[in-house]
């Protein structure tokens, strides 16, 4: 499988953008799938995970009430919404996949990732 996010930008605080994560080579279904983010310096961090089924969504408290992860089974594509942007969002976003995890939160638990997006928001 492949993943290949796009959407990312250059965005001033309080704005909006939507990430996207096309899947190939294999049905997205059949995968749980998150966002991460790595701004310089800092380590890879969650962002947000949903199940392979859409049925169950987790996300990180910096993001809880204006970011919303949300899956297109059909079309296999992840979609990162972001609403309140703010300066402390700048980061590369990168999508991830994997078969099965009981700790979404994790980078480890994932076994394939996308090349990132850059998002940057400015004051």
């Known amino acids: 499988v492949q993943l290949q996010a796009s959407g990312g930008g250059l965005v001033q605080a309080g704005g909006s953008l939507k990430l996207s994560c096309e899947a190939s080579g294999v049905t997205q279904r059949s995968y749980a799938m998150a966002w991460f983010r790595q701004s310089p310096g800092n380590v890879r961090e969650f962002v947000a995970g949903i199940s392979s089924t859409g049925g169950a969504k987790h996300y990180a ?4 009430g ?10 296999n594509i992840l979609y990162l919404q972001m609403t309140g942007l703010k300066p402390g969002d700048t980061a590369v976003y ?30």
């Not at 408290?61 to 809880?64: G, T």
């Not at 996949?97 to 400015?122: C, D, H, I, M």
């Open 61 to 64: 408290a910096f993001c809880v």
């Open 94 to 123: 990168f999508c991830a996949a994997t078969n099965y995890t009981s700790r979404p939160n994790l980078p480890g638990e994932y076994r394939v990732w996308g090349q990132g997006t850059l998002v940057t928001v400015s004051s």
């Open 66 to 75: 204006r970011f919303t992860i949300i899956r297109d089974n059909a079309d």
